[in-house]
């Protein structure tokens, strides 16, 4: 299963090493000890190719994971420091665990039942490998540094004072917020560009993308971090990747608009009895989007010249590229439209302020790394 809970990893290029020798290990495994033909960067099983992802994590004690979803075997990044044995062992416990679900599916068979144990020994595997440790002895986690820590417990408490201030002073705490994360990516940007460090947080999922968490997701483009759907078998994740201090405000925000959105669109269609069904609700949630885009771009522009804004989009497109080298982009189909909902919407976003109080009750998942292409 892939990654539950707050679990954090970093890109570097040591981490893209320790990538590189995970993909050889593998290729290795599947080749000489599985007995199985690969193509490039494909393995064949049953006439049908596969592409396996390496992703590489930490701040979990977790060892390894295979998500059967992504197709991907998840690596602690810790293994680093471990040696080829157990390195070796435990990825092919995770090898093992992807043929238990390319031969048996998703049956409701043990994780480590007589099929896993079984299929084990057919490769020439004992107890080293089907009883592999799966947990590391301690947690190496990163936490907050004192500079990002100090602009979220500022931007937040900007956000509250937004909420319990009426008119202009809630604007003024609004505005004042997102000029704070403006400066703060503009005064970090030359380290920001030769920085090493990543972080990749798994901030919404589901089975398809709804306007809702489509919306949302524009407006955490603006939270000076960038995003990718990342598709699988069984649904879909939204991915922001960024500096440490982006990544989690932008988590944060995730959580509140999720709640936000639906509640000020019920409290609309309450008031205007025309707006009614998918089309209105699906534009107004667009109008919000617009509205509060809109009114954070007049802060930017005020605070940062068109050159800083562009290196900054720059940036943003270079931190997505490192993680997603091969990035395919995709392209919206067209929606029907209710201008009347999509205005009430815009009206809406413009006066939409981020609220506190909804992270320490989060209990969803996110991912946190760095994928690379077996």
């Known amino acids: 299963m892939a990654l539950q809970g707050e679990e954090r990893g970093v890109y570097s290029d040591l981490t893209l090493a320790f990538v590189k020798r995970v993909q050889q290990l593998l290729r290795s495994i599947l080749e000489s000890e599985m ?71 998703n049956v409701g068979i043990a994780d480590h039942g007589s099929e896993f144990r079984d299929l084990c020994r057919s490769f020439g595997w004992g107890a080293e490998v089907y009883s592999a440790k799966t947990e590391l002895e301690s947690e190496m986690g990163k936490e907050l540094s004192l500079k990002e820590a100090k602009l979220l417990n500022q931007v937040k408490k900007l956000f509250s004072l937004a909420q319990s201030q009426e008119g202009h002073e809630s604007e003024a705490a609004a505005l004042k917020a997102n000029e704070l994360l403006l400066k703060y990516n503009l005064q970090n940007l030359v380290e920001q560009e030769n920085e090493e460090s990543l972080i990749v947080a798994r901030v919404m999922s589901g089975k398809r993308v709804s306007a809702l968490q489509k919306t949302v997701g524009q407006i955490l483009k603006s939270f ?90 720059q940036l943003r497109e270079s931190e997505m590229r490192k993680v997603y080298p091969r990035l395919s982009h995709s392209y919206s189909s067209r929606t029907s439209h209710c201008e009347e909902a999509w205005a009430q919407g815009q009206s809406q976003g413009h006066a939409l302020n981020i609220r506190p109080g909804l992270e320490e009750n989060r209990s969803g998942s996110i991912r946190q790394l760095t994928s690379n292409k077996f």
Not at 52 to 74: C, H, K, N, Q, W
Not at 255 to 274: G, V
Not at 290 to 301: E, F, I, S
């Open 35 to 105: 007995h199985i033909d690969i193509r490039r960067s494909r393995f064949i099983y049953q006439n049908y190719t596969y592409k396996l992802t390496v992703v590489p994590f930490m701040g979990s004690r977790r060892v390894a994971y295979f998500d059967r979803s992504l197709f991907e075997i998840g690596v602690n990044r810790q293994l680093l420091y471990s040696d080829a044995h157990f390195l070796k062992n435990t990825l092919r416990h995770e090898l093992a665990h992807m043929m238990v679900f390319l031969k048996y599916g």
């Open 224 to 313: 000076y971090v960038s995003a990718v759907y990342n598709y699988g078998s069984e649904g879909f994740y939204y991915e922001v990747i960024g500096q440490r201090a982006n990544v989690e405000l932008a988590r944060y925000v995730s959580d509140f608009l999720l709640y936000e959105l639906p509640r000020l669109w019920k409290l609309e269609k309450a008031k205007n009895h025309r707006l009614k069904g998918l089309k209105s609700q699906n534009s107004f949630y667009r109008g919000v989007a617009d509205g509060y885009l809109k009114k954070v771009n007049v802060t930017a522009q005020q605070w940062a010249d068109s050159k800083q804004l562009v290196r900054m989009n």
